[in-house]
């Protein structure tokens, strides 16, 4: 079974600059996440998604954070203009909405360093 | 949403048992306690959960006190490979809120 899949991994830009994330989660999952994690953290929840549904963008900052997940499948995560504090591993995950663990199952992240 | 405390940071050498205690005191009825294990440059994997007693795996066994107020994440014989951050995350099992909130973790360094 194939796992999350995300791109790109790595990711340069220069502050004000826009960056787009892709995600694709496990087949069949119909819950999605997006995660921030900064060195040395753990990971913070930005949004989360059940099919093409927003189910908690609280932590999102919506100024310049953006993600949509269009037709339920895959997602796109969108800074722009980025800031310095930017600079993150941006982690996808996906779980199925009836499991019984509520498993999370992530992708390697993308990397992003703003200059 | 039930608060964590985990130790920041463990060592160990390659063959110990290792136990990494999660404090919860404000967990709720309905919440369940999940470990999770990061590697450098990996997402999160699950490792185990749990509700009371105690839970065992081929990873790892999660014993829950009765009040349910800590768990112990207990990993047998470690290896180097074992060393990683540890996540410890409590939420509802029904909602599936909190689930998704992880802390600072404990970093788990095994030696030679």
């Given at each position: 079974e194939a796992g999350v899949a995300q791109s790109p991994r790595y990711k340069i830009i220069e502050k004000r600059q826009s960056v787009a994330f892709w995600c694709n989660p496990i087949s069949g999952h119909a819950t999605l996440y997006w995660y921030q994690q900064i060195l040395g953290q753990g990971p913070k929840l930005l949004i989360q998604f059940q099919n093409n549904g927003?189910?908690?963008?609280?932590?999102?900052?919506k100024d310049r954070f953006s993600a949509e997940r269009l037709k339920g499948v895959d997602s796109t995560l969108k800074i722009?203009?980025?800031?310095?504090?930017?600079?993150a591993v941006y982690l996808c995950a996906s779980s199925q909405?009836?499991?019984?663990?509520g498993e999370l199952f992530f992708g390697e992240g993308s990397r992003l360093t703003v200059l | 949403l039930a608060k964590t405390t985990q130790p920041i940071s463990m060592d160990s050498y390659e063959g110990q048992e290792v136990n990494i205690t999660c404090s919860h005191?404000?967990?709720?009825?309905n919440d369940y306690i999940t470990w999770y294990q990061q590697f450098p440059s990996q997402g999160p994997r699950f490792i185990i959960q749990g509700y009371k007693t105690k839970v065992t795996n081929e990873v790892a066994s999660l014993f829950i006190p009765a009040d349910r107020k800590s768990s112990t994440l207990s990993l047998p014989r470690?290896?180097?490979?074992?060393?990683a951050v540890y996540y410890c995350l409590v939420g509802d099992?029904?909602?599936?809120?909190?689930?998704s909130t992880f802390g600072d973790g404990t970093t788990l360094t095994v030696k030679p």
């Amino acid at each position: 079974e194939a796992g999350v899949a995300q791109s790109p991994r790595y990711k340069i830009i220069e502050k004000r600059q826009s960056v787009a994330f892709w995600c694709n989660p496990i087949s069949g999952h119909a819950t999605l996440y997006w995660y921030q994690q900064i060195l040395g953290q753990g990971p913070k929840l930005l949004i989360q998604f059940q099919n093409n549904g927003v189910v908690d963008d609280s932590q999102l900052p919506k100024d310049r954070f953006s993600a949509e997940r269009l037709k339920g499948v895959d997602s796109t995560l969108k800074i722009q203009p980025a800031k310095l504090e930017d600079s993150a591993v941006y982690l996808c995950a996906s779980s199925q909405w009836d499991s019984d663990t509520g498993e999370l199952f992530f992708g390697e992240g993308s990397r992003l360093t703003v200059l | 949403l039930a608060k964590t405390t985990q130790p920041i940071s463990m060592d160990s050498y390659e063959g110990q048992e290792v136990n990494i205690t999660c404090s919860h005191n404000n967990i709720a009825t309905n919440d369940y306690i999940t470990w999770y294990q990061q590697f450098p440059s990996q997402g999160p994997r699950f490792i185990i959960q749990g509700y009371k007693t105690k839970v065992t795996n081929e990873v790892a066994s999660l014993f829950i006190p009765a009040d349910r107020k800590s768990s112990t994440l207990s990993l047998p014989r470690v290896s180097l490979s074992d060393t990683a951050v540890y996540y410890c995350l409590v939420g509802d099992r029904y909602t599936n809120a909190g689930k998704s909130t992880f802390g600072d973790g404990t970093t788990l360094t095994v030696k030679p």
